[in-house]
C-alpha cells in the first residue's frame, strides 16, 4: 500500500501535464439517486480517461531508475494504451500497442495520433495482452503491464483528489477493468485513514473479478458486453486481487441495459458523454439506491471515449 507522501509526489508528477479534475454534487443527478451524487470528471484529463495518471508515474519510475527503455509494448481496449502512448511520447520512447479486433475507431485513432504503432490482434483483451507479451519477448521491449505499483501510484491521485475534496463521501463505486481503480481508491482511502465504504462495479457480462473474489483463487470468465470495453476483461489479476479482497465492502453486476441507462441520465443530467465503463459507477449506484438514502454516494466518470456511433444509439434508445 502507498503512503500519503507517495500519493503527494505522484500528484507532482501528473500536475506537470495537467491540473486536477473536477467534481461537481449535481443536483440532477442526486434527485435521480434519491440522496447526495457526487461526481468525479476524470473524462476531463488531456485523454479523456484516469488511465493517464498511471502512464505518467509508470514511466516517471522507469526514468529515475535509469531504465527508460528504446520501445515499449502493451495491450489495451484504448485508454491505458492512450495512457502509455501520451507518457511514451513525453520521454521519446517507441510505443506499440495491441488491441484486438473490432476495437473502439475513435479509441484506435486517439492512439495513433499520440505517435502509437497499433497492432490489432485477438478477438478480446487477454489474446491481445498475450500476444503483446510475446511481442515484446521478442523485440527485446519492456512489457507495461495493465496493472502494476508504479501505475497505481498515478491513478490514486485521483481518489486522493475526490477524497480531499469530498470528505464526507460515505461510500464510492469503483468499475474494474484490471483493478488499478479499485485499488488505488482503496489505497487513498488507507492513506487518508479515511471510513468511507468502497464498492466495486463489474460488467454483468465481465465477471472474473466477482467471480475471482468469491472463489478466493483467478476465475476465468467469459465477456460478452458489447457496450462496457474498459471492463472487458476475462482474466483477473491475482496481484490486484490480493489488494482489493480485503478492502472491498462488495461486488455489484451492472448490466449493459443498466449503463446505457447510466449513460442517458448522465447526459441528460451534466451533459457528459460517458463510455460504458465510464457510466458504470453511476449505474451501480442507482442499482442499489434505495439502500442509500441519507449517505453521501460519491461516483466516478472515469472515461468518456465512446465512438459517436455507439453513444448515438445509446441516446436514441431512449
Not at 487518508?192 to 478466493?216: E, P
Request: proline fraction near 3%; include cysteine; glycine fraction near 10%.
Amino acid at each position: 500500500m502507498l503512503t500519503l507522501q507517495d500519493i503527494e509526489t505522484a500528484a507532482r508528477v501528473v500536475y506537470r501535464e495537467f491540473q486536477a479534475t473536477p467534481q461537481y454534487r449535481w443536483d440532477l443527478s442526486s434527485q435521480r439517486l434519491g440522496t447526495a451524487c457526487w461526481i468525479k470528471h476524470e473524462n476531463h484529463t488531456p485523454v479523456g480517461a484516469f488511465k493517464i495518471r498511471g502512464g505518467l508515474t509508470y514511466f516517471e519510475a522507469l526514468k529515475a531508475s535509469g531504465a527508460l527503455p528504446a520501445e515499449v509494448i502493451s495491450a489495451t481496449r484504448g485508454n491505458h494504451g492512450q495512457s502509455i502512448g501520451w507518457a511514451a511520447r513525453a520521454n521519446g520512447v517507441a510505443c506499440t500497442i495491441v488491441v484486438p479486433h473490432g476495437n473502439s475507431l475513435e479509441k484506435n485513432a486517439a492512439m495513433r495520433a499520440l505517435g502509437v504503432t497499433l497492432i490489432e490482434h485477438g478477438q478480446d483483451f487477454q489474446e491481445s495482452r498475450e500476444f503483446a507479451i510475446r511481442l515484446a519477448a521478442e523485440r527485446g521491449a519492456h512489457m507495461v503491464p495493465s496493472f502494476h505499483a508504479d501505475l497505481l501510484r498515478g491513478v490514486a491521485t485521483y481518489w486522493w483528489e475526490f477524497m480531499l475534496a469530498v470528505p464526507q463521501l460515505d461510500v464510492v463505486y469503483v468499475p474494474i477493468g484490471q483493478g488499478s481503480g479499485l485499488c488505488a481508491a482503496i489505497t487513498a482511502k488507507l492513506a487518508l485513514g479515511r471510513s468511507l465504504r468502497i464498492v466495486g462495479v463489474v460488467s454483468a457480462h465481465a465477471t472474473t473479478y466477482a467471480d475471482s473474489l468469491a472463489a478466493g483463487r483467478v476465475v476465468e470468465s467469459p465477456v460478452t458486453t458489447w457496450l462496457a470495453d474498459g471492463m472487458a476483461c476475462r482474466v483477473a489479476d491475482q496481484g490486484a486481487l490480493d489488494m482489493l479482497a480485503p478492502h472491498v465492502d462488495h461486488i455489484v453486476k451492472v448490466t449493459d441495459d443498466e449503463v446505457a441507462q447510466a449513460m442517458r441520465d448522465l447526459y441528460a443530467d451534466t451533459h457528459n458523454v460517458a463510455e460504458g465503463a465510464g457510466a458504470a459507477s453511476f449505474a451501480a449506484a442507482m442499482q442499489q439506491r434505495a439502500g442509500l438514502k441519507g449517505q453521501v454516494v460519491g461516483t466516478t466518470l472515469c472515461g468518456g471515449n465512446v465512438d459517436t456511433a455507439t453513444v448515438a444509439k445509446v441516446l436514441l434508445q431512449a
